[in-house]
């Protein structure tokens, strides 16, 4: 199943509400089961990004789809990035052409 790293990034309202948020991971892990997807994993982090998300969905369609639906609540801003995992990323730099 494709993995997605997103970095997450509090709005006003998302650090205003803050204790909220422990809910919120909890109804976006839900959201992403009913989109036949799962939040892998959630780290609070320091630095240029508040958090990071790792999530597994079955297509582009179905994380864009989570991104658009958390995004939309209005406490967290995110930049979603779709990663390969290193057995594919050597599948497709063998593929290249010399």
């Not at 650090?15 to 992403?32: F, P, Q």
């Not at 179905?62 to 930049?79: D, Q």
């Amino acid at each position: 199943m494709p993995t997605y790293i997103s970095l997450l990034d509090y709005t006003e309202q998302g650090i205003r509400d803050i204790k909220d948020s422990l809910k919120r991971l909890a109804a976006a892990k839900k959201l992403a089961k009913s989109l036949r997807g799962r939040i892998r994993s959630f780290y609070l982090t320091m630095g240029l990004h508040d958090a990071v998300a790792v999530t597994e969905f079955p297509n582009d369609d179905a994380a864009a789809k989570f991104a658009l639906m958390i995004g939309r609540v209005g406490a967290i801003r995110a930049e979603t990035l779709r990663a390969f995992p290193e057995a594919d990323y050597r599948r497709i730099v063998n593929s290249l052409p010399k």
